[in-house]
């Protein structure tokens, strides 16, 4: 015991009871006093033992665990991934997570959670095939968060992301904005709702013109759109929507470190709301999108097809409003 890991044997002998008993009362199954479950609760702790939890779900049915695939280093991910975690505990699920890296495909993030035996899969922003999806929907339940896909028996929860860009447009309008850039999001997830927003918004304007620029998801992405963006001379926006908060913040840095003032030369409006746009010295206004809510209904939407394996769920589509966050990076155009 000294130079190996702690077993339930190791427990039971210290406590003075079966190896049966100890395994009951970390099972939580009747059978064992409170008296009983005291005394194996406090040998367990004098020996620093740890449950085999991997090794207890191989001997059950069920596994109840959601795994979860999410892009690394995307900032709203980690915030809904926060919401995930709450949510599946007080469901009494576990989270495993798998995460995509530009080396790391979403397949291959999918694979790893079907071998650790996850019940259902709960995909982040997920850049699978619609095909490949409604596959993985024959052989668990599966529920793409943050994107919108059409794919057979695959569940729906996202923000309506065409919402969010008319609700940014409008506030820049009515502050006077008529020339106004979109920092685009590519094929990420959300975009291209986003760009769909963004057109329905500044359509019709008398005298208005929208410009679209290569944005993307990264600070990294935002600082490239701005060198475009400050290429513009004549005719330049006086207002810059991204694609999300990141984006946001590499155009603000790097507009600035050219001479340009946040708002006073150009309005800047992100998307997510992640926590860095509400530092004070960041103040960005921006589309929130709720983490909470987003995590609580995609626990829900997958859960409740595993609890009620007799009935027949449909493919659900959740979809949230949106709602503006009015900070200190937007104001009235110069003149």
Same mark, same amino acid.
């Given at each position: 015991?000294?130079?190996?890991?702690?077993?339930?044997?190791?427990?039971?002998?210290?406590?003075?009871?079966?190896?049966?008993?100890?395994?009951?009362?970390?099972?939580?199954?009747?059978?064992?006093?409170?008296?009983?479950?005291?005394?194996?609760?406090?040998?367990?702790?004098?020996?620093?033992?740890?449950?085999?939890?991997?090794?207890?779900?191989?001997?059950?049915?069920?596994?109840?665990?959601?795994?979860?695939?999410?892009?690394?280093?995307?900032?709203?991910?980690?915030?809904?991934?926060?919401?995930?975690?709450?949510?599946?505990?007080?469901?009494?699920?576990?989270?495993?997570?798998?995460?995509?890296?530009?080396?790391?495909?979403?397949?291959?993030?999918?694979?790893?959670?079907?071998?650790?035996?996850?019940?259902?899969?709960?995909?982040?922003?997920?850049?699978?095939?619609?095909?490949?999806?409604?596959?993985?929907?024959?052989?668990?339940? =599966?529920?793409?968060?943050?994107?919108? *896909?059409?794919?057979?028996? *695959?569940?729906?929860?996202?923000?309506?992301? =065409?919402?969010?860009?008319?609700?940014?447009?409008?506030?820049?309008?009515?502050?006077?904005?008529?020339?106004?850039?979109?920092?685009?999001?590519?094929?990420?997830?959300?975009?291209?709702?986003?760009?769909?927003?963004?057109?329905?918004? +500044?359509?019709?304007?008398?005298?208005?013109?929208?410009?679209?620029?290569?944005?993307?998801?990264?600070?990294?992405?935002?600082?490239?759109?701005?060198?475009?963006?400050?290429?513009?001379?004549?005719?330049?926006?006086?207002?810059?929507?991204?694609?999300?908060?990141?984006?946001?913040?590499?155009?603000?840095?790097?507009?600035?470190?050219?001479?340009?003032? *946040?708002?006073?030369?150009?309005?800047?409006?992100?998307?997510?709301?992640?926590?860095?746009?509400?530092?004070?010295?960041?103040?960005?206004?921006?589309?929130?999108?709720?983490?909470?809510?987003?995590?609580?209904?995609?626990?829900?939407?997958?859960?409740?097809?595993?609890?009620?394996?007799?009935?027949?769920?449909?493919?659900?589509? +959740?979809?949230?409003?949106?709602?503006?966050?009015?900070?200190?990076?937007?104001?009235?155009?110069?003149?």
């Amino acid at each position: 015991m000294a130079t190996g890991r702690v077993t339930m044997e190791d427990v039971a002998a210290r406590a003075g009871v079966s190896r049966a008993l100890v395994s009951i009362v970390f099972r939580g199954a009747a059978g064992a006093s409170e008296e009983t479950r005291a005394r194996v609760l406090a040998a367990a702790g004098e020996l620093d033992y740890r449950p085999d939890t991997r090794a207890s779900r191989l001997g059950r049915s069920r596994t109840r665990m959601l795994g979860v695939t999410f892009a690394v280093g995307h900032a709203f991910h980690g915030e809904v991934l926060r919401s995930l975690y709450a949510e599946a505990d007080a469901a009494g699920y576990e989270i495993v997570l798998s995460g995509v890296t530009p080396e790391r495909s979403d397949a291959h993030a999918v694979d790893t959670l079907l071998a650790e035996r996850c019940e259902g899969l709960l995909l982040v922003g997920s850049g699978l095939a619609s095909g490949a999806m409604a596959r993985l929907a024959q052989q668990v339940p =599966a529920v793409s968060v943050l994107r919108k *896909v059409r794919a057979a028996g *695959v569940g729906v929860v996202r923000t309506d992301d =065409a919402l969010g860009l008319r609700l940014a447009v409008e506030h820049l309008r009515q502050l006077g904005h008529e020339r106004i850039a979109l920092l685009d999001g590519g094929r990420a997830p959300g975009a291209a709702e986003r760009r769909q927003g963004f057109g329905r918004g +500044t359509a019709g304007w008398a005298g208005s013109r929208a410009t679209l620029l290569p944005g993307g998801l990264t600070e990294l992405d935002g600082a490239r759109a701005a060198e475009a963006f400050l290429e513009l001379r004549a005719g330049r926006p006086t207002a810059v929507t991204a694609f999300n908060d990141r984006c946001a913040l590499g155009f603000v840095d790097a507009v600035r470190q050219a001479g340009l003032r *946040v708002p006073r030369d150009v309005s800047v409006v992100g998307f997510d709301d992640i926590e860095q746009a509400g530092y004070p010295h960041v103040a960005l206004t921006t589309v929130r999108q709720e983490a909470a809510r987003l995590g609580a209904e995609a626990v829900h939407t997958v859960t409740s097809r595993l609890e009620d394996e007799a009935a027949t769920h449909p493919a659900s589509s +959740t979809v949230l409003e949106p709602t503006l966050v009015v900070r200190a990076s937007t104001a009235p155009p110069r003149g």
